[in-house]
């Protein structure tokens, strides 16, 4: 079985610009989470999404935002790019909500804000 | 204020010793979970442990969750160049993950 994958791997983007992170889940899981990771700390919540409705949402800007499509692949997107936003960006697939349904991590997209 | 705070931050020692690598909090959780993430990976998932004063053991490592389930530690027997990585302890609240500070840890062959 395929894992989680996440499209592109890696990324170079200009501040100010626009970027669009792809993610699929395990087949069956449906729900989705976004999460950042700067380098040498511990990944951040950004977005969970379950059965295609947002379900969670962390401490980061409006410039960020995230969708599930029907067959539960997702979409984060963030706008106005700062050098801040430099950082790997983790997609999460789970069966459900709750920890014992597992959550597996897909490789990431290292995003670099030039 | 972290919720999870781990330590050490950074750890370097030779093949074959032991170490220990903890996972502290002021708050109270139902569980908990220890993830190793490789450059350029995503977290591993290598246990889930849910009961306090539960130790559980995944061939040279070995976790225990606190009695009052507010901490836990990761302990490595005679630890090998491929046990490098960055260790993350994470609890899931309501509808999201919540990671540790991690500790980078370094085998030299």
């Known amino acids: 079985d395929a894992g989680v994958t996440q499209s592109p791997t890696h990324l170079i983007k200009t501040r100010g610009q626009h970027v669009t992170l792809r993610c699929s889940p395990i087949s069956g899981h449906k729900s989705v989470s976004w999460y950042q990771q700067v380098l040498g700390q511990g990944p951040q919540f950004i977005f969970q999404y379950y059965e295609k409705e947002e379900r969670g949402r962390g401490n980061f800007p409006d410039r960020f935002s995230a969708r599930q499509f029907p067959n539960y692949s997702s979409e984060l997107n963030v706008n106005a790019l700062l050098l801040g936003d430099s950082a790997l960006y983790l997609c999460?697939?789970?069966?459900?909500?709750?920890?014992?349904?597992?959550?597996?991590f897909g490789s990431g997209t290292r995003l670099t804000v030039v | 204020t972290q919720l999870l705070e781990q330590s050490p931050q950074f750890l370097s020692i030779q093949e074959g010793e032991n170490l220990t690598v903890y996972c502290n909090s002021s708050s109270v959780f139902s569980s908990l979970q220890w993830y190793r993430q490789e450059p350029g990976e995503g977290p591993v998932l290598l246990v889930t442990?849910?009961?306090?004063?539960e130790v559980k053991k995944l061939k040279r490592l070995t976790f225990q969750f606190g009695d009052a389930r507010k901490d836990s530690s990761l302990h490595i027997t005679a630890a090998q160049p491929g046990d490098t990585g960055l260790y993350l302890c994470?609890?899931?609240?309501?509808?999201?993950?919540?990671f540790g500070t991690g500790t980078s840890l370094t085998v030299i062959p």
């Open positions: 999460a697939s789970s069966a459900g909500q709750r920890i014992y349904y597992g959550y597996t």
């Open positions: 994470a609890v899931l609240t309501g509808n999201q993950f919540y």
């Open positions: 442990v849910v009961t306090g004063g």
